[in-house]
């Protein structure tokens, strides 16, 4: 049986990614590889386009506030308690249309993700939970830099 230590317990760090804010709890430095697992913040109108993981499962659990889920065809308001499980190639979003912040831990498997949110997102203060507004610049480079990591987003139909 492996000793857990105080060297296995943190904060973790927190980033604003595209409007959202995420403090990442384990990362495949600390699990091996196995996965990667973050507390998410969604202000009111937050969350990312539709779009597909190659390389990994996404589990959400729902903390806080609701959480509007699109996976596949299916439309689903999750609140606290719930869980969703997102299978690899499967398309999905999620986003707060409510009034208030909501918040929810989104675990993938393998890791490896948070690299990407490390590349595109903005430090924060430890504790924050305000993101810092998206630019067009930093939406540009997500799109750009999602393929290296086996995500492919799917921009909505013209309507």
């Not at 590889?33 to 969604?42: K, M, P, S």
């Not at 903390?63 to 499967?90: C, K, Q, S």
């Not at 750009?144 to 309507?159: D, R, S, V």
Request: net charge negative; charged share 20%.
């Amino acid at each position: 049986m492996r000793e857990v230590t105080r060297k296995h317990v943190w904060e973790g760090r927190t980033i604003s990614v595209v409007g959202d804010v995420y403090r990442f709890l384990a990362t495949g430095q600390e699990t091996g590889g196995a996965y990667t697992q973050w507390e998410a913040t969604i202000p009111p109108g937050g969350g990312p386009p539709p779009h597909i993981h190659t390389r990994e499962e996404e589990g959400f659990f729902i903390i806080e506030g609701e959480i509007t889920l699109r996976i596949g065809d299916e439309t689903v308001v999750a609140g606290p308690g719930m869980f969703a499980n997102i299978p690899r190639g499967v398309a999905h979003s999620f986003s707060n249309e409510s009034e208030e912040p909501a918040r929810m831990l989104i675990t993938v498997a393998p890791s490896g993700l948070e690299e990407m949110f490390y590349e595109v997102g903005h430090t924060l203060e430890e504790g924050s939970t305000i993101p810092i507004p998206a630019t067009m610049a930093d939406i540009e480079k997500l799109i750009a830099i999602a393929p290296q990591y086996g995500i492919e987003i799917l921009h909505p139909p013209h309507e």
